[in-house]
């Protein structure tokens, strides 16, 4: 595999390369906003810590209106704002504004007028907006937590040979029965088994092509699979760096055990646990296949090649069967990714990750390097 190349940030590129879009096809552009109303006459542009939907406004906003709209033949490019929700993938508030500070409905204004939909903002809005594109007969792309570094990269590649490298890795890993991840942290060492149950890997490459209603998930480029069950022990780093190991049987996390860091974060998980279990649910397990910069965003950082994350939570935006209607809280139906990289989880080595397929033991990782196996699939 030759060096990943970027070039200059391209929205009429990207856009192009993504949806193919047809001319006339209308654009429509969403952010999230703790007070959505603070969309009015741009208010939002005030706040310097919105850089998200400052980005959304100067790249996406002004570079449709500036140009783009016309250079591609759509119409639209408006842009609306919805409240933060909160979570990874929780559902969407129907509630949205406009500049003029006119309030709208997501589901009866906005979703089924326009074509493609690109949602820029805080919390990943993947799994709802995958819904609602079913449900409306749109596409679209989810671009949380956008900044510099993800435009100068992970959105300045050739989606075309982004799609190609997936498709050698899926094919090289697809119809597995089962994975084994060996972690070490702390002088623990544990072993996370999932099964597969030879099922078609997935790929997130990018590409939201034709009439089908679909969301890409932008920067783009991991393999993925929705587990079919999983067992063992993995460690997990909370959001401020409390270190836990997650005791997993029948598929889910069935209890967290504190290794370094604040008790109360891990009773805290335990509770929720116990009150909630399917918060518990392994539904992902997915690998990245990007030669990427770290971005400090986990919507990029999983994309590197030789880093892995699991994800607890919803997962049927991905073909699982797991919906918000089962989770015992509606504010607990997340889809939360779990990263293992040297960036975001230094402490954490994973020392092996081994493929099991046909009878075969595939070594896929090493020490978050991409093991000689991958390497011969990318060659091809």
């Given at each position: 595999m030759d060096k990943q190349k970027f070039l200059p940030f391209s929205l009429t590129r990207l856009l192009s390369t993504v949806f193919e879009p047809k001319p006339?096809?209308?654009?429509?552009?969403l952010i999230d906003l703790l007070d959505p109303r603070q969309i009015?006459?741009?208010?939002?542009?005030?706040?310097?810590?919105?850089?998200?939907?400052?980005?959304?406004?100067?790249?996406?906003?002004?570079?449709?209106?500036?140009?783009?709209?016309?250079?591609?033949?759509?119409?639209g490019g408006e842009i609306f704002a919805y409240q933060v929700t909160g979570g990874s993938n929780l559902d969407l508030p129907d509630q949205a504004f406009d500049p003029s500070g006119k309030e709208l409905s997501l589901e009866k204004d906005i979703y089924p007028n326009y074509d493609i939909i690109l949602c820029i903002s805080t919390y990943s809005a993947t799994a709802p907006l995958t819904a609602f594109a079913k449900r409306f007969g749109f596409r679209g792309a989810t671009l949380h937590g956008l900044n510099d570094i993800i435009l100068r990269t992970g959105l300045a590649v050739d989606y075309n040979e982004v799609?190609?490298?997936?498709?050698?890795?899926?094919?090289?890993?697809?119809?597995?029965d089962s994975f084994e991840i060996d972690f070490e942290v702390e002088g623990h060492k544990s072993?996370?088994?999932?099964?597969?149950?030879?099922?078609?890997?997935?790929?997130?490459?990018?590409?939201?092509?034709?009439?089908?209603p679909d969301v890409a998930n932008l920067p783009a480029g991991e393999i993925y699979f929705v587990p079919e069950g999983a067992e063992g022990v993995f460690p997990m780093r909370y959001e401020d760096g409390t270190l836990g190991l997650m005791e997993v049987a029948g598929g889910r996390i069935q209890k967290a055990t504190l290794l370094r860091g604040e008790a109360g974060v891990v009773a805290a998980h335990n509770l929720k646990l116990k009150s909630d279990p399917?918060?518990?649910?392994?539904?992902?397990?997915?690998?990245?296949?990007?030669?990427?910069?770290?971005?400090?965003?986990?919507?990029?950082?999983?994309k590197i090649l030789g880093t892995l994350h699991v994800a607890t939570g919803r997962s049927d935006h991905l073909g699982g069967?797991?919906?918000?209607?089962?989770?015992?809280?509606?504010?607990?139906?997340?889809?939360?990714?779990?990263?293992?990289?040297p960036t975001k989880t230094p402490e954490i080595q994973v020392t092996q990750v081994r493929m099991y397929r046909n009878g075969r033991t595939e070594v896929i990782i090493e020490s978050y390097h991409p093991s000689a196996y991958l390497r011969q699939l990318l060659a091809q």
């Open positions: 006339g096809q209308r654009v429509a552009l009015k006459d741009f208010a939002f542009l005030k706040d310097e810590q919105l850089t998200i939907q400052r980005k959304a406004h100067d790249v996406f906003y002004q570079g449709l209106k500036q140009g783009g709209l016309a250079e591609l033949k759509l119409q799609s190609r490298n997936g498709e050698k890795l899926r094919l090289g890993m697809t119809r597995a072993t996370l088994k999932l099964l597969c149950g030879r099922q078609e890997a997935q790929k997130s490459h990018g590409l939201c092509r034709g009439d089908k399917v918060t518990g649910e392994l539904g992902e397990l997915g690998f990245g296949t990007q030669e990427l910069p770290p971005s400090g965003r986990d919507i990029q950082d999983e069967k797991l919906t918000p209607d089962k989770f015992a809280s509606a504010k607990n139906a997340t889809h939360d990714d779990i990263l293992f990289s």
